[in-house]
């Protein structure tokens, strides 16, 4: 059986791309090194050539060739001085470079076979326009290292100088690499936008999540349980009346006692058969008891209690450990520390839970055209959503710890982006196109950002992206118009928070949009709503995103479906109130 090993070189200098690491550029959500890992995961063993990267699987070698940046045949070179290091080499070597943002396993799997069934020494891929790509190709292994034996130097060679007579080419398609920026750009907007529910997905199941820590459940209200809260008490904690009324024991009449039960007083002595005593709600009922009657169920004459006829038989006494008891889980992990949770917590005689979060985030305005205080200047307006996407993000459940104004600079995200701080996510308004102004998505790839959502398939919010910087913390850059962030921002934000806090998904709310058919069109929309007359909601039909002047008076968003018909479902989301 033909066995085979990679060598995937992620190093060089990426001159053409001004020194940034351009293997961790990430197309389509995912970095190119990983697009060439995913592509040799079938292979005995694989070396990454290349500058360290702790975030890599530890059966990955990887190693380094000197000096570095010496060129792709001195990576291969130090790559097969690793392989050979390891028992029993394999017969076939797969070398890739890891710029190939469209390479998938069935492409290399098809060079390994060509390899496999001819007498070649080397198999290459060719790209759409018939040129070798000597940098995606399968040798046999005696082959390369003959190769590279022939060689006086190995330092700044080109690949040709290894290329041996007895090649082969195969046509192939998605092989074309990323040398420059603009075919970075180009192969990011090749990629389709993501649908909204994918979307959802990746963030709520890909984000990493934030430590575990011990806390007053009140003190941290918008934090999710990373595990059950189970009770430190039973409730209720002894046997109480459910309702004002009369303890009883056994069969009527009952001559009523003087004493009085309280709830919080003294629990009266134990009851004799026909008797009864005057109880209060949650007053500890009397040892004896057998059933507590409500005061409107029973007549008193003189001194004596009877059950009034044609009343139900029922005994309102609420049981010790009724509710739970010790051990009991109330809550399942993955339940938000909300004021429900907080009162069970204290009813259940919790002082401290376990928990992630809550998320802490910092806004980050952009653009030189918006200014939040003093005289406009000519060609500026009014920053109108940064002073309330704080009582958004807190409709959310996260706490916003500052709110910062960031100018339009070729480098200005860079400081942002690597600043050290407390927060689990910044939320970046604008500078998420492509425009000229627009340098988070350059910033996110020198900061070596793991891009989750690099576009949304939503009008509006197409330009939205969301990554995650290396040890944290997770970028949510929404467009800069005012209305699409808003939307935007309510559409992702529980599914952000899911992903830090490891919070369970809540249920999604649908019901009829009555006038979906002149809203819908080829791609999903999201639009404000009211509710109508006799239920389902009645969408807006033209929205400016300028402004937030389009929420005024209604109730909620709507996400409207491609070509959707009236009376459709679609989902809603609650504006905060």
Request: net charge negative.
């Amino acid at each position: 059986m033909t066995t085979v090993d990679a060598i995937v070189l992620a190093g060089g200098r990426a001159t053409r791309m001004g020194g940034v690491d351009k293997p961790a550029i990430a197309v389509g959500g995912r970095a190119m090194l990983n697009v060439a890992l995913d592509a040799v995961a079938g292979c005995v063993r694989t070396v990454v050539v290349g500058p360290h990267r702790p975030e890599l699987a530890p059966e990955i070698r990887q190693v380094q060739e000197v000096p570095a940046g010496a060129g792709p045949v001195a990576a291969v070179a130090c790559g097969m001085r690793a392989l050979q290091e390891c028992d029993f080499p394999a017969d076939l070597v797969v070398v890739l470079a890891a710029d190939l943002p469209f390479l998938t396993p069935a492409a290399v799997d098809e060079l390994i076979e060509h390899a496999t069934t001819s007498e070649a020494d080397a198999v290459f891929a060719a790209d759409e326009s018939g040129r070798p790509q000597y940098l995606v190709g399968v040798w046999r292994r005696a082959a390369l290292l003959a190769a590279l034996q022939q060689l006086d130097s190995v330092t700044n060679q080109p690949m040709k100088a290894l290329v041996p007579v007895g090649t082969m080419m195969v046509p192939l398609a998605g092989i074309a690499d990323c040398d420059t920026p603009e075919q970075v750009r180009a192969a990011q907007a090749a990629v389709p936008p993501l649908p909204l529910d994918r979307a959802r997905t990746v963030l709520s199941t890909d984000i990493t999540r934030l430590p575990v820590h011990e806390a007053r459940p009140a003190a941290v209200r918008g934090a999710t349980l990373a595990e059950p809260l189970r009770a430190e008490a039973p409730l209720p904690r002894f046997d109480v009346s459910a309702m004002d009324g009369y303890a009883v024991a056994g069969a009527e009449p009952w001559r009523l006692r003087r004493d009085v039960g309280f709830a919080g007083g003294e629990r009266p002595v134990g009851l004799l058969p026909g008797e009864a005593v005057r109880i209060a709600t949650g007053a500890h009922i009397p040892e004896g008891t057998d059933a507590v009657v409500r005061d409107e169920f029973v007549r008193l004459d003189d001194g004596v209690l009877h059950r009034l006829p044609d009343t139900p038989v029922r005994d309102d006494v609420r049981r010790r450990g009724e509710d739970w008891h010790i051990g009991d889980i109330v809550a399942t992990a993955g339940t938000p520390v909300t004021a429900a949770l907080i009162s069970v917590a204290t009813a259940a005689e919790v002082g401290a839970v376990r928990v992630r979060g809550p998320v802490r985030a910092r806004i980050i305005m952009t653009g030189d055209e918006i200014r939040s205080a003093g005289p406009l200047r000519e060609g500026q307006t009014r920053d109108s959503v940064g002073p309330v996407l704080p009582d958004l993000l807190a409709w959310h459940g996260i706490e916003a710890s500052d709110r910062v104004h960031l100018r339009d600079t070729p480098n200005g995200f860079d400081e942002v982006l690597t600043a050290a701080s407390d927060d689990h996510l910044l939320v970046i308004v604008g500078a998420t196109g492509g425009g000229a102004a627009d340098q988070l998505r350059a910033a996110l790839d020198r900061a070596r950002a793991r891009i989750l959502v690099h576009r949304l398939r939503l009008r509006p919010g197409g330009s939205t992206v969301v990554a995650e910087l290396p040890g944290g913390p997770v970028v949510l850059g929404l467009p800069g118009n005012p209305y699409a962030a808003v939307a935007t921002l309510c559409a992702l934000a529980p599914a952000v928070v899911a992903g830090l806090t490891g919070r369970a998904p809540g249920r999604i709310r649908t019901g009829p949009l009555h006038n979906a058919g002149a809203i819908s069109g080829p791609v999903p929309r999201i639009v404000p709503a009211r509710t109508g007359a006799d239920g389902g909601w009645i969408g807006d039909v033209h929205i400016r995103t300028a402004h937030l002047a389009g929420l005024l008076d209604r109730d909620g968003l709507v996400v409207v479906p491609p070509h959707a018909t009236d009376g459709a479902l679609v989902e809603y989301l609650p504006l905060p109130v």
